[in-house]
């Protein structure tokens, strides 16, 4: 079967796990009874963590018109992907792309590179799904917050000093050895120093994740004590870029959901950011991060492998987590993206005028690339040039057209469609609110 025109409105199922935002509280919920499947309704009570858009296996798009599977369509005629495409990643999609709906703390976690997917892939096929790599970018849709990468190594140093709990718990050797490491060295740019400074955190951090439950479960009570007894000065006034009263909350709150978790103390690690809707971050393949709430639209390579080690009842592979990660250490500022204006979109007057943009968020990947577009007036269109690659739309708020030729299909919040290799495409808002879309593809000659 060939399609005359390569518009696809699509069919994505959405996944129930216990970190998932509730009913209709959660917007992958709400996406996804947008395209119901069969029975498919949303339960007051139940979770809903994942609205998955793609051709991966685990959970496959389907047209909505014929029931076939994305997949299926893209292997059939394979110039929806384009040669490209496919004699690099094959008769399948490159990217996954997702909405997040996270209520509590997802699992201290990284995900594999390429390398080592392929032997946790060969060696435990039940716990690594695929043999893929998985780079992920994170846009918040809602207000998120996250544990993400590591910090400052002098702001882990101010943690040991102010956290007598976290010293306790790694041990004061560790923690000496540490701190007379970096001192002085903690932002030098020397290749020999940096290499010394990885080790003395990977060494500290590998003994925190390796400490006995039960030792864990005592100085978390004394951390908690504290948290509730300190308020604005706990944590030494919480340093550098956090507030003593923000990360006194935090700890209070991380323990409600899983008392007594080493995560507790994986905190002082890692950098705690926090996003409002339109900005986004960059997680390459092998860095360390747990997502603790909020809406998020997220596209990683189409992969399925996760390496766990803490708030999480799943399986846990602390020495693979601990030997894997690379240990960079940064600002939360070096991870967060700055996006700039798409240059292959022409914006109409009517789009110009009402201050409508299409901005690119560009990681430095070839797999995936993401467009936010806001028409913000009736009328206001915006054309996309024909790329050389897949992509796949969806809307997150107000109304409006999406069109391929002379094809034309109504988007709404929550509808998904996919776009195939070489197709022009136009936005046409047509409601009272902003027609808010995002577009993931994969181009490789340029986005």
Not at 106 to 117: E, F, G, R, V
Not at 192 to 217: D, G, Y
Not at 250 to 260: A, E, K, S, T
Not at 340 to 361: Q, R
Request: charge should be negative.
């Amino acid at each position: 079967m060939v399609l005359q025109v390569p518009l696809i409105r699509l069919q994505c199922g959405v996944n129930s796990y216990d970190w998932g935002k509730v009913g209709k509280s959660s917007a992958a919920a709400k996406f996804a009874s947008a395209t119901p499947s069969t029975n498919f309704s949303v339960e007051d009570e139940k979770p809903y963590a994942e609205l998955w858009m793609g051709t991966h296996p685990s959970l496959p798009s389907r047209d909505l018109e014929t029931q076939r599977t994305l997949l299926d369509h893209v292997q059939e005629n394979q110039a929806l992907l384009s040669s490209e495409i496919i004699k690099r990643y094959g008769e399948k999609l490159p990217f996954l792309f997702k909405v997040l709906s996270i209520r509590k703390a997802l699992s201290i976690q990284a995900h594999p590179d390429k390398k080592l997917a392929e032997k946790l892939h060969a060696k435990d096929g039940k716990n690594y799904p695929d043999d893929n790599h998985k780079p992920e970018m994170t846009i918040a849709i809602t207000p998120f917050d996250g544990l993400c990468g590591f910090r400052p190594l002098a702001e882990i140093s101010h943690f040991l000093s102010t956290v007598p709990s976290l010293r306790k718990v790694l041990g004061e050797s560790v923690a000496k050895e540490f701190e007379s490491t970096v001192k002085g060295n903690e932002t030098s740019e020397d290749a020999s120093i940096v290499a010394k400074n990885k080790e003395a955190l990977k060494t500290a951090f590998s003994s925190l994740m390796n400490t006995e439950e039960e030792v864990i479960e005592a100085a978390a009570k004394d951390l908690i004590k504290a948290a509730k007894a300190e308020g604005e000065s706990f944590a030494g006034s919480g340093g550098p870029t956090n507030e003593g009263q923000e990360l006194a909350d935090l700890v209070i709150r991380l323990d409600g959901q899983f008392p007594g978790d080493v995560g507790l103390f994986v905190q002082f690690f890692l950098n705690y950011v926090k996003m409002e809707p339109g900005e986004g971050m960059f997680l390459k393949a092998d860095d360390i991060h747990a997502y603790l709430s909020g809406d998020i639209i997220e596209c990683m390579a189409s992969s399925d492998n996760v390496v766990r080690a803490g708030f999480t009842p799943k399986f846990k592979d602390v020495p693979t987590l601990t030997s894997m990660l690379t240990y960079d250490y940064a600002p939360i500022s070096e991870q967060k993206m700055s996006p700039v204006p798409y240059a292959y979109v022409a914006l109409s007057a009517a789009a110009y005028s009402s201050n409508s943009a299409s901005i690119l968020y560009d990681p430095p990947i070839d797999e995936f690339a993401v467009v936010k577009t806001d028409l913000k007036k009736t009328g206001a269109k915006a054309t996309f040039e024909s790329i050389a690659g897949p992509s796949i739309f969806i809307c997150t708020e107000g109304e409006g057209k999406i069109s391929v030729g002379p094809k034309v299909e109504d988007a709404k919040a929550g509808y998904v469609f996919f776009v195939g290799a070489t197709a022009e495409v136009v936005l046409e808002s047509t409601g009272e609110q902003a027609f808010v879309t995002f577009k993931a593809f994969c181009e490789l000659d340029g986005k």
